[in-house]
Structure formats: structure tokens, C-alpha cells
């Protein structure tokens, strides 16, 4: 397979307005029941999906509003389910079953992070015993932490988003005091952002029972975990170096040598039938048996940044959930401005009380990066299109090259905190 195409030196600098303070009101909506120890995926959705969003979500089959001067929706989707959003205004552009409960692969790891990132400064260190890595899911993707050896909690990050390391998830849940805890609190923190489809049961989105989210809920995640610097930066970056495993050399000296990990979203690293994505900036993929392949991605384009996610497509083309994104990129940006929305991402529980904070800080760093990471090579994927000339930015960060307009109340009401400002970096 001829190597994905390399966009290491293609990156943003992305800035954070100032958001005003408004009262927000989530819409009055119904969610699903919990999902009961029997509850298995099936064939085709309920009748009585969640509200929450508006009651078109709640609806099954393809939610459109195809008036006059709307493009045509791609004809070859076949994912049971999937949303397109406006990432600032949150306004739902289409979706597909968007509230249909579906297990989530590593998906859900997008929720452990926005859980768990904040809490440990990246530069601390964990030395791993056996018992961070003894309940690691038989056939579980790895990024290869060893017993015994060294790993700052930046290093554990990249292993989380690039590789979907579930022995990095491991690792990272034993420090936050233990799996059981963490999926409290993944499943609390999901409450509050008003997620209501999603279930987490392991932490690392491993196929469990009664383990679900929905495409709705995804997005919505995903549109609260990119508020945050650190997680921008990890889902951004498309290759890194590891930390190997401890030897000795010829003279008897301990050497720990580093190796390349590359990020395993597709439209993000490109594969070899799949380019890059134009405007591409992360999220995160997912694959497990039960599940099928699932993604949410973000890109931007033209001042237009966009949410897509696709869970378990039927056809079983290789890459099919990238393609099938893609084609729902394409269509959201060639319908942004021109279709009316059929739903809206709601904002979390608690933003009416984060936005009365004043000096509160939306950059969600965890701990204080600093200036960049100089072994890893973040990007935003491909330049985004602009005018005629097809050359334009992404949305995208590089440690320590954030640009604040100035600082602002975490907010979200149909106004997402993105840049109001962005600056293209020069390409060297």
C-alpha cells in the first residue's frame, strides 16, 4: 500500500473570539430511555427516537430541506446513520436516523477525552504497571506502551488520537482513579452536554453491552471537545513520534529510541485510495465488529466550518465511512447559506452558568501546554478552498501557536467560540 500523503507542514493558527454573555434556554426535548443489559443494534431504527435537537431528529430516514437552489444529497450513502452540522451555529443542515443508537467504536473516545483531558498537565509522567494495561480488550488497537517503561501524559494523548490506542485510554483511566470511575464520569459529563443517546460502558469505545451513542450525539460531542486546545491539536496532528521500549546498546548503556505513529483517520492522513481531504481537521474514527465503522469529522472551508458524522455504512468498499463523509462534506459546503436547517445542536446544561464567569477561559488546555511539540508534526490536513485559486486554510492548532482575540466565557448557543480571525501560516 503506497504511503498516505504527508501533510505535516500544512497548519493553521486559529484564534478564539470573545463571546458575548446571553442567557441560554435548551429547547424542551425527550431522550431515549437508558438502554437496558439486552439491548443489541438492530436492522433498523426505533420508532421512538430522542427529540432532543428538534422533532425532525427524532424522525426515521433522511431529514432534508431540498427547496429550490438546494443541491441534490449524495444518492450513494448507505451508513444506517449520519448528521451534517454547521460546527458554529450548530444548525443541523441534514440528517439521516440521526438519533438512532448505535455502539459508537472508538468514537467514543472523543467523550473520554473531553472527560479526562483537562485534568493532567501533559508533561507529567506515569510509569505503567501491569495492572494499567491487565483489562485491555482482547484485539484491541494499540499504539504499544510497555510494562515498566515512562510515558508523559502528552505522549499518552497521541497514542489516544492517532493510533486509538486502548492501551493509552488504559493508562490514562488508571490515572484518573480507575476504569469504573471514569465511565462515571464520561457518562455524567455526557448528561451535561444534553448527549442523552450515548451509554459509555468501557472507556475506550471496545464493543460491551448496552455500550451506545448516536450520530447526534457524536457531533455533539466532538463540538465540545474541539472548544478545547489540546484536543484541537491531537486530532489535528497526522504523525508523531513514540516513545519505544528501553534496550541496551552494544556498550551496556540504556537507549530508548522513539518510532513514528501516524493518525489513522484516513481523510486526515489519506490512504491509498482516498486522498486527503481538503480542509480536513481531525476528529476521530472508530472500527469494532459490532459496531462497523464510525467517524466524526471536521473541516473548514471558505469561512464554513462543518460537522459530519457517519456510523456503520452498509457497502463494504474499503474506506467507504471516509468516502461516504466526504461526499457529505462536499454537500454541506455547496448548501451552506442556501438550506434551511432541520434541527439544531443543543448547547450543554451548565454554558448559561459558564457564560455569566467572566474571564473564564475557552482555550480547555490541560495543565498549560507549551511552546509546541517538537516531535510531533500537527496539521490540518489540506488547504481549504478559496476563490478561483483553491488554496485556502483549515481550521487547525499547533501547540502553542494559538492566537487569543481576547478571553471569553464558554459559550455555546447557536454561536460556536470558532475563529472569527484566521491567518494562514506560511509553508516552509
Known amino acids: 500500500m503506497p504511503a498516505p500523503k504527508k501533510t505535516s507542514r500544512r497548519a493553521l493558527l486559529v484564534t478564539s473570539a470573545v463571546v458575548s454573555s446571553l442567557a441560554l434556554t435548551a429547547p424542551v426535548s425527550h431522550a431515549a430511555p437508558k438502554p437496558s443489559p439486552s439491548t443489541s443494534p438492530s436492522a433498523t431504527p426505533p420508532a421512538d427516537m430522542s427529540t432532543v435537537g428538534g422533532e425532525r431528529l427524532g424522525q426515521a430516514g433522511t431529514q432534508a430541506n431540498l427547496a429550490s437552489g438546494v443541491p441534490v444529497l449524495p444518492k450513494d450513502l448507505t451508513a444506517r446513520s449520519w448528521v ?82 486502548n492501551d493509552a485510554v488504559h493508562v490514562l483511566s488508571k490515572m484518573n482513579g480507575g476504569i469504573a470511575k471514569t465511565v462515571k464520569e464520561m457518562n455524567e459529563h455526557a448528561e451535561e452536554l444534553q448527549a442523552l443517546d450515548t451509554y459509555a460502558v468501557s472507556p475506550d469505545g471496545y464493543d460491551a453491552p448496552r455500550q451506545v451513542s448516536s450520530a447526534y450525539d457524536l457531533t455533539l460531542i466532538a463540538r465540545s471537545g474541539l472548544q478545547k486546545k489540546d484536543f484541537r491539536e491531537y486530532c489535528s496532528t497526522v504523525t508523531a513520534k513514540f516513545p519505544g521500549q528501553t534496550t541496551k546498546n552494544k556498550k551496556g548503556k540504556s537507549v530508548r529510541e522513539s518510532f513514528e505513529i501516524q493518525n489513522t483517520n484516513r481523510l486526515l492522513a489519506g490512504d491509498s485510495d482516498i486522498p486527503v481531504y481538503q480542509g480536513i481537521a481531525g476528529v476521530k474514527n472508530g472500527n469494532t465488529t459490532n459496531a462497523g465503522a464510525t467517524f466524526t469529522g471536521v473541516a473548514e472551508r471558505n469561512g464554513k466550518v462543518l460537522l459530519v458524522t457517519v456510523m456503520n455504512p452498509e457497502k463494504s468498499e474499503h474506506n467507504e465511512v471516509y468516502k461516504e463523509t466526504a461526499r457529505l462534506f462536499d454537500w454541506g459546503f455547496q448548501a451552506a447559506g442556501k438550506v434551511q436547517p432541520v434541527g439544531e445542536l443543543v448547547p450543554p446544561k451548565g454554558a448559561a452558568q459558564a457564560s455569566a464567569q467572566p474571564g473564564a477561559n475557552d482555550s480547555g488546555q490541560a495543565g498549560g501546554a507549551g511552546d509546541g511539540e517538537k516531535s510531533s508534526k500537527s496539521a490540518v490536513g489540506a488547504s481549504a478552498a478559496s476563490g478561483s485559486t483553491g488554496i485556502g486554510v483549515a481550521l487547525g492548532i499547533t501547540g502553542g501557536a494559538l492566537v487569543l482575540l481576547a478571553a471569553g466565557a464558554f459559550l455555546i448557543n447557536r454561536r460556536w467560540p470558532l475563529p472569527d480571525l484566521v491567518r494562514r501560516r506560511g509553508r516552509s
Open 84 to 165: 451534517i452540522a454547521d460546527a458554529e451555529s450548530g444548525d443541523v443542515l441534514a440528517a439521516h436516523n440521526a438519533h438512532w443508537r448505535l455502539p459508537p467504536a472508538s468514537t467514543m473516545k472523543m467523550l473520554f477525552a473531553d472527560t479526562v483531558l483537562p485534568k493532567f498537565p501533559r508533561s507529567v509522567e506515569r510509569k505503567v504497571v501491569p495492572s494499567d494495561l491487565a483489562d485491555v480488550g482482547s484485539g484491541s488497537s494499540m499504539v504499544g506502551i510497555k510494562e515498566g517503561e515512562t510515558y508523559s501524559v502528552h505522549d499518552l494523548w497521541l497514542g489516544v488520537f492517532l493510533r486509538s490506542g
